[in-house]
Structure formats: C-alpha cells, structure tokens
C-alpha cells in the first residue's frame, strides 16, 4: 500500500517567508498523479496543485509544486496571511488505492 | 456554482448504520464527467476516502471499508448517498462529500461540500 509521508510535521514561518512543505511516497507514483490541497481552520479543503506541478484554477503563482523521483515540494515563495493553514499531499489516478499525506501545518510564528 | 450539501443523523448508535446524503447543485450526478465521492476527516486517521459512484453504475470502495460501505445515486432528487453499515467509535468524523474526477483524474477532487460531523455514542 502507497504511504505518503508529509514533512514537517509544523512549520513556523512569518509572513513574506518562504515555506517548503515536503511529501514523500513509498513507492513510485503514475506519471507523477500527486495533488496538493490547502485547508482553513472550519473549512474543507481546497485543490492547489495537481499533476505534481499545475496550478488549480485560483491558486496564486506563489504557489508551485515540484517532482523529484518519490520526493515531491510544495513552495509559497512568499507567505501570505492567508497561507496560514494545512496542507495535504494526496496520491490520485488509476490506482487501485488512494491516500493522503498526514498534513503539514503552516502556522505564523 | 457547484454547490454539495451533507444532511443526516449526528449521532449513531455504535453497531447502527450511519447514513448521509448529499444534494448536488449546479451539476448532475448524472454527469459523465465526474464521480461522486464521501471523504472524512478525524483526528486521529486524518483524510480518508471512502467510496465513490459513477452515473454509469460503477462503484469504487476503500478496501478497509468496502464490506460495509454503500454508495447510491438518486436522479430524481440529484443526490447521492452514504450508508456504512456497523459503526463503531472509530468510525466518528467529520464526513465530506465531494466531486473528483475520473480516468487519469481518478479521485483528484476538486469539489467538497462544507462536511457533516458524526458522532457515534450510545
């Protein structure tokens, strides 16, 4: 079974940094099916990148999503206040099996 | 605008059969394009899918969960539903129904209603 490991667990940034959330896969993804969503405190979640790289309609562009292997990123190149939130890998396609990450959360230090 | 809104029983007795519906607007559940799926959330399990149906017929369950899961389409009312059967505390959460995509878009979601808690205690 596909586990996806989310690192760091929390992540305590200011507003204007950079925030790097890392999801690792145990085993190797169908042409890089991995989707990253965000999610407000009293809110569902939202679809952010798909395809390991493509922006969702509305993402902002200091969102973007990167591949490497089993190692996928997401980066906010510069926190908004709105950014403040969790974030959820999640493996999608034709597999016959779909999880998701356990969540980083981004939190304003 | 795509509008997905749970309804059903807060509470369920633990061995009971929880049960939730999900009225689409702004789409069809007879829509080709997507399927219609219940997602939870929990504590302690964190994002889980559950099960998924198609207008074609065509069904999809989590393995942990397919024997007592069952998911169906109401046309007449554009609606889907959720029943699982024999719940326990575990089984507690917030439940989301959702839209997601099929084929190489299978369970990518790009829709989730606003979720529904479910409390299971005698």
């Known amino acids: 079974e596909l586990v996806l490991t989310q690192s760091p667990g929390t992540l305590s940034l200011s507003p204007g940094e950079r925030a790097t959330l890392f999801c690792r896969a145990s085993q190797s993804l169908s042409s890089g099916y991995l989707a990253w969503y965000q999610q407000k405190p009293g809110q569902a979640p939202r679809l952010l990148i798909y395809g390991a790289a493509s922006r969702a309609t509305g993402t902002p562009d200091r969102f973007s999503g990167s591949e490497s292997g089993t190692d996928f990123t997401l980066t906010i190149s510069s926190l908004e206040p709105e950014d403040f939130a969790v974030y959820y890998c999640q493996q999608y396609g034709s597999s016959p099996t779909w999880t998701f990450g356990q969540g980083t959360k981004v939190e304003m230090k | 605008q795509l509008q997905l809104q749970e309804s059903g029983p807060g509470l369920v007795r633990p061995s009971e059969t929880l049960s939730l519906t999900c009225t689409v607007s702004?789409?069809?559940?007879?829509?080709?394009?997507?399927?219609w799926g219940w997602i939870r959330q929990s504590p302690g399990k964190g994002l889980e899918w559950i099960g998924s149906i198609h207008h074609s017929g065509s069904t999809i369950s989590s393995l942990p969960l397919k024997s007592r899961v069952t998911i169906s389409v109401d046309t007449s009312k554009n609606q889907f539903s959720l029943r699982l059967s024999s719940v326990t505390a575990a089984d507690a959460g917030l439940y989301y129904c959702?839209?997601?995509?099929?084929?190489?878009?299978?369970?990518?979601?790009?829709?989730w209603g606003q979720g529904t808690l479910v409390t299971v205690s005698s």
């Open positions: 959702v839209r997601h995509g099929h084929g190489s878009f299978l369970l990518l979601i790009t829709d």
């Open positions: 702004g789409d069809s559940v007879t829509s080709t394009a997507f399927y």
